[in-house]
């Protein structure tokens, strides 16, 4: 298998068939891509909605309106939309929560591990949160790392996607309840399968050439 093949196969689909349907087990694979994504320090200070009715992702559409109008057909004839969220902060609750599940799944091997990474997770915390003042940036790398593992799956799976930031993030947090739930929505994410309206699909990709992105040393 070239792990660049799915690379290159995957496209930014912009038209998808209504009459398809991802399957169910396919769908689950892809939730598992997106819990396990990497994090740094495994802060998984993400959540995701996931909109597979109709209904359900007429109120996504709500987002993609006005400016964002163009992507309203592909929420809305797409197989099922991963809304990818954040956390609006790291805070105890959830840094506690994240040391008990790692004593639970066996991470802390040695008596001082879990004293050790409580103290080198808060530290990237503290350092995003008051000395780069970055801290809201830092959360959404973590949620795009999940959307290039997520898009990278889709495709070895065969399943066609979209990333589209291209909606109004406040009508979306309004209408799903993310804030008052502590989240706010980044990128969505439309899986299906193509259409004969995606002219993306028949287009060469277009990429820099390899000796102008690489410096070996």
Known sequence: MKIASYAK???????????????????????????????????????????????AKARVAKAAQGRFAYNEPKILNASHVFVLCVRASVDDTHLASLLEQEKIDGRFVIADARKGQQTSRQGYVDTHRYDLKDAQHWRKKQAYLALGKLLLGASALEVDACPMEGFDAKVLDEELGLRVKGFTSVVLIGLGYSDEGDFNKALPKSRLPAETIFTDI
Not at 21 to 39: G, H, M, N, W
Request: hydrophobic content about 40%; aromatic content about 8%.
């Open 9 to 55: 196969r995957r496209h930014a689909t912009k038209a998808f068939d209504p009459a398809w349907k991802v399957l169910d087990e396919t769908i689950a694979q892809l939730r598992e891509l997106i819990r396990f994504s990497p994090s740094s320090v495994n802060s998984q200070p993400w959540h995701s909605v996931v909109a597979s009715s109709g209904e």
